[in-house]
């Protein structure tokens, strides 16, 4: 019985192997094969973006070009997908060693992510059941990377800890249950959720907090020379949330509805994401001892207005409304990062890298509670009865569905997202947790050079070391001496 326990000690708690030289190649080669396979099978353009474009013009008296999709929603689908891979991208390099990985394996797992997720959301939405082909357009770019999104979200949390390999794992997983949670939420439940609060960002924090959960490093703090920032990571990092913050409001809006609801839900987000900023700024300062702002509140709490107005973006809120919303998550966001974060790292064991919990997790909760509470006070004075079935229903179910009902779909799409979350989270984090993954040391998180081959004049822009102090920085680790580098003034 013994000997059995010593090898399962060993092959769970054994010393980690991050060469990925065999096993990352074989799943980027292996999967992009297989996407290739998939979309010979399945993928198709659709009308609007097929050569039979003329015809179908002629066949629905359509008169002009300008009448495609692509010229409506492409603005949106560029401004997301910016967000998507510069935004999140450089958001992520605030860590001082660790910016080629952060910046690196988003574009990695974001390119793997929304081809997957076209495949995946296309069996679920667009399938033609005539013959069993996905039909692709504008929306469905969109819509592919507003799915990419929660797994980015998901890959804050576990930010520095984990491998390539493992990334897209979490990926792979993440976007096949995202794909279930928007089906059950979105078609099933029939919840309004056009910005994605529930769907995207409750989903995706709650997936990565139960991931990082489940991977607990109880060694971390060997990691914590490397587990922070530097003066110019830290203005990276500024500037993904500066792309993330001015982009906002297309993502609240790219596939809403024509007309006024787009137009209200950019003006929501914008005076959300507003107030957001004040009141970040507000709380940062006076929680410090001297008034100085910290540049992690900065980067991350000022962005929660945008998150907590995804779901109610095409409601009718009002402007002060959307204020208010803003207003009160730059509060919740910020206390936060400096309480909530510690709390669950010490006392939950949730090491949470970027702490998606106050920046995605709890403003999408809290961007749900206001998706229903405006539902269930909407009226017939407010929206007008046409109003009303062009944002929450179709107009063969508006009849039957009273405004306390539609509020009552809400909240069970809260709670949906929050139990697929947590579920998947729990069951996609014991698959990582098997030694076979490359992830590394302990004392190796969050540094770059595990991964990566970094300059070799790196070391050569230090400074000349003084010579009463030679003795002990020959003692010094190799990571040490790079890591001074990052803070060297240029």
Known sequence: MGNCQDCCKMFWCGPKNPNIRISLPAVCFIWQIAMIILYGLFVRYDAESDAHWPEYMRQH?????????????YPSFQDVHVMIFMGFGFLLTFLKRYSFSGVGFNFLIAAFGLQWALLMQGWFHSLDTTDWTIRIGMKNLINADYCVAGCLIAYGACLGKVSPVQLMVMTLCGITLFAV???????????????????????????????????????????KRLHGSSYHSDVFAMIGTLFLWIHWP???SAIGNHGDGQHRAVINTYLSLAASVLTTFAISSVSAKRGKLDMVHIQNATLAGGVAMGTAAEFMVTPYGALIVGFCCGIISTFGYIVLTPFMEKRMKIQDTCGIHNLHAIPGVL?????AVTVATASTSTYGKEGLMQ????????????????????????CIAIIIGIGGGAVVGSILRLPCWGDPEDNNCFDDEVYWELPEDEESVNPSPNPNQCNSQKADKQTDVNESTFAVEH
């Open 367 to 371: 961007g749900g509670v206001v998706g």
């Open 391 to 414: 944002i929450f229903s179709s107009p063969h179910e508006f009849v039957d569905k009273t405004m306390s009902m539609q509020a009552a779909h809400q909240a069970a799409g809260l």
């Open 181 to 223: 949670d928007e089906y059950i939420i979105l078609n099933l439940i029939q919840a309004k959720d056009t910005g994605g609060s529930m769907v995207i960002h409750t989903f995706g924090g709650y997936y990565g907090l139960t991931i990082s959960w489940v991977l607990y490093r109880p060694n971390l703090h060997q990691s």
């Open 61 to 73: 008296n359509i008169t002009s070009n300008m009448e495609n999709d692509f010229y409506y929603r």
């Open 250 to 252: 297309s993502f609240n």
